[in-house]
């Protein structure tokens, strides 16, 4: 139900965009974001984005980073611009659970629908 595309293979400071696409659940009132995990390293929050567009990131990522939706479209991005070797990982979108308040988004345990993932490779 989460479709997510967009991953590959890029140099240090080069850029990727991610996409997750959603069926069978009720995108528009649901908190969407990333996450990710790297060989041997347990998953990390990346980025949310809210219904109403807010969002919020990961110190590693802010300035970098960009997440955003479109709900007519029912897809979330992650535009990711001057890329480290250290984002390598396959990158995951997830939905949030209804009634997740906003301390509780960068929580993988608050997200109960999980794109398959997308390798992010960056080269040094």
């Known amino acids: 139900q989460l479709q997510t595309s967009g991953g590959g293979l890029v140099q240090a400071g080069g850029s990727l965009r991610l996409s997750c696409a959603a069926s069978g659940l009720t995108f528009n009132t649901r908190a969407m974001a990333w996450f990710r995990q790297a060989p041997e390293k347990d998953r990390e929050f990346v980025a949310v984005?809210?219904?109403?567009?807010?969002?919020r990131y990961r110190d590693s990522v802010k300035g970098r980073f960009t997440v955003s939706r479109d709900n007519a479209k029912n897809a979330v991005y992650l535009q990711m611009n001057s890329l480290k070797p250290e984002d390598t990982a396959v990158y995951y979108c997830?939905?949030?659970?209804?009634?997740?308040?906003?301390?509780?988004?960068?929580?993988?345990?608050?997200?109960?629908?999980w794109g398959q993932g997308t390798q992010v490779t960056v080269s040094s």
């Open positions: 997830a939905a949030a659970r209804y009634g997740t308040i906003w301390s509780e988004l960068t929580n993988q345990n608050r997200f109960d629908y």
């Open positions: 984005v809210r219904s109403d567009r807010n969002a």
